[in-house]
């Protein structure tokens, strides 16, 4: 059973980075593909970006694109989220899933899910 944990949240300011991690066990991480996900206070989980398993397509949201950074390491069972520029909209829980193809790499595509890590951003 693939398990996934994240690491690497934390609370700072506008205008700085974070790098998210997340570290497979149980099961060989290329045989998913992998998203982060984000869910603000009151408001739905949102797909933040999403990566193939052979990292051929990724996908970003609107709002990231050209701040955040997807990559993955199958050898290692690792996927990162490298967060630039970070403003207050992004303060949340982030989550990393694995799920076996994703399309729209929205949250019913995906089914193995980490606890989380939260990221504040301050203003």
């Known amino acids: 059973q693939l398990q996934l944990v994240e690491s690497g949240g934390g609370l700072v300011h506008a205008g700085e980075s974070l790098r998210l991690s997340c570290a497979a066990s149980?099961?060989?991480?290329?045989?998913?593909?992998i998203g982060w996900f984000r869910q603000a206070p009151g408001k739905r989980r949102e797909g933040v970006s999403c990566?193939?398993?052979?990292?051929?397509?990724?996908n970003y949201i609107d709002s990231v694109r050209g701040r955040f950074t997807i990559t993955r390491d199958n050898a290692r069972n690792m996927a990162w989220l490298e967060m630039n520029s970070l403003e207050a909209e992004d303060t949340g829980i982030y989550y990393c899933?694995?799920?076996?193809?994703?399309?729209?790499?929205?949250?019913?595509?995906?089914?193995?899910w980490g606890q989380g890590t939260q990221v504040t951003v301050s203003s």
């Open positions: 149980g099961s060989d991480l290329d045989r998913y593909d």
């Open positions: 990566i193939s398993r052979t990292g051929n397509a990724i």
């Open positions: 899933a694995a799920g076996p193809k994703y399309i729209l790499c929205a949250y019913p595509e995906f089914g193995h």
